[in-house]
Each structure stands twice: as C-alpha cells, then as structure tokens.
C-alpha cells in the first residue's frame, strides 16, 4: 500500500474479450472520479475506437496481439516483429507511469505491467489469477471467498491502491454524433410506436456460439410480446448476424424491426437506451444495455449467473440441468439452453415490466 497522491499517471490493463472490457469501465471511471489522474489503457482491436470515445480514459494505445502472432510464426516476418515488440515496450516505459493496475490477471498482462516499469504493479492474488500472473505484481489484492460479479471483482481490485469506498453508479457516455445517427433511424420507424420497445439481441461472438439461445425460440417469444404485450420488437445484431436474424424474421407471424447497422458499440448503446426492455444471452451488448440503465432479461445457458451478471436492474431466466456451470465450448448438446422454454423468458419478462411500471 503507498499513499495516494494526484496526477497518478495510471495504466490499465484489460486487453479483451469487448464484454470483459465493458465490465471493467465502472472501476476505471470510480478510479478517475476519486483519484485526479492521467489514464491510459492498453486493450486489443475490438474495443479501441470504443475506449476512445469514453471520456474518463485519456489515451487509448493498441495492443496487436493478432498481427504479432502472425508475424512470430512466420520465418520472414519473426524478426521484424520481435522489433516492433521492442519498440513498443520501450514507449511503453517512457511514459513513466506510477501505477499499473492489471484487470485481466493473464500471462500477457503480467509482462506488460512488468516491463511498463512503473514501481505500483496491483493485480489480483495468485488464487484469482492465471498463468502466473500474479508474480508480476508487486501489490496482490484478494477477492472474497463467496462468488462475486465481473464488476465487483474490478471494482475490488481498486482497494490496491487505496479506494475502499467506491460508488458503484457508472455513467456511459454517447457521442453526439452516434446519438444523431440513431436518431435518424427511429425517425423512419412507424409512428406512433407502440410500448413497450423491446430490443433482442439473439447473438453472441463466434467464439462462444455454445451460449446461444435458439434462433427459433427467439422468434416465437418476439412473436408473443409483439402479440400478447403488445410491444414493438427490435432485433439487433453484430458482425455475421444479419442472415441469423433476417431468417428469424421470416419465420415470424408479427411484424418486428431490424436495428440498423452500428459502426461503433456507442451507437448500439444508443439504441438501446431508446428501448424500454433488453432481452439476449451473455454477451457484450447485454452488458453495454445494463450500463445505459434500460431492464435487461438475460438468458443464461452454460455460464455462471452470479459471476456473469449485468450492472442494473435485471431478471435472469436459467435452468440447472445439473451439468451447468461450464465453459465447454465445443458442447453440442445445449442441455442447458433447450431447458429454457419460450413462457419461462416471457414471463421474465413480464414480471420485469410489472416492476418498472
């Protein structure tokens, strides 16, 4: 522990995936509103024009974790890349920074804190980390034996140096541009627009395709909340998705909506902060929904609920089949997704609405 003084030139750590990045910004803003400081994080390709846009974050610097990859296994490419990773790592110390705070807790990370150079290196005890991590740290902070969310776990990490009261609120910033972008699409909607608006988000990246919910069943509860609730349906969706939800579509009885292409995950968050109620599984942009306020229904499968869990006010529909927990992603049975039935997300989501009207 060291005593806190202004103008920390502090360094962040939390390279990816983009929804571990989204649970990380509540701790980073509490960080800037407590401690007046110089912010700079270091975060893979995905979430960098993101990071840029959010105020509390004063430099953005990438880490081209693929193209250095690339470049390792290739005998013509292996020594221009080794000193591209020289280089960046002598920047990286003539920022002199005071304070790395390391949320990732992989390999990777240690080594960038470590040749950071800054002499506060804080990170997660050696139980709450991987690969080592922690042997890179020279603050350790341990987290509590029960189980707790993605957010807390960051916003704990923070008492490393010296932040034990934290407010927990979080403030998502959108740029004017995305909102005007936004805008111009509800405008076309038809109006007026029946309430409740409801977003779906049947998606997830291609790499965690076993926390998909059925397509299928997606459509039959949009088809009930259009019909029953009468609510208006918007589907949103990211890269290789369209397809995936257009079919959903032509599979509808009701009229639902198609989100328009977002270039950026603020102009999504626009959207759905126009939305009265979120529905999707555990991904990104359920946690970017929950962070601009609006009730999410979230529908768990295989991952953990508590660890998991959304910032706000949220209902979570899942089913224990005994064998959930886990992170098999080759799975193809999907027990635990096919034991959710279309009423039990339905009436989630009724009693979501129930509440906040």
Known sequence: MFPLMKEKRILVLRLSAVGDVIRTLPAVQALKQQLPSSITWIVEEPSKTFLESQPEIDEVILFPRKRWVKGIRSIRKVKKTILEMIRFILNLRKKKFDIVLDFHGILKSG????????????????????????????????????????YQRNLILLNGIGLNKIDQSYQFHIPQEDRVYVDSFFSQLPKPIRKPLIAIHPGSSPKTVYKRWMPERYGELADRLIRELKATVLFTWGPEELEGIKEIQSKMKELSFLAPRTESLTQLAEIYRRCDLYIGGDTGPTHIASLVKVPVVVIFGPTDPMINEPFGFHKKVRKDVGCNPCRNRSCNKLTCLKAIEVEDVFNGVKEILWTTI
């Open 111 to 150: 080594l960038l804190s470590f040749f950071s150079g800054a002499p506060q290196r804080v990170g997660f005890g050696r139980r709450w980390s991987k690969e080592g991590n922690f042997l890179f740290s020279n603050i350790r902070v341990n987290l509590p034996e029960e189980r707790i969310n993605r």
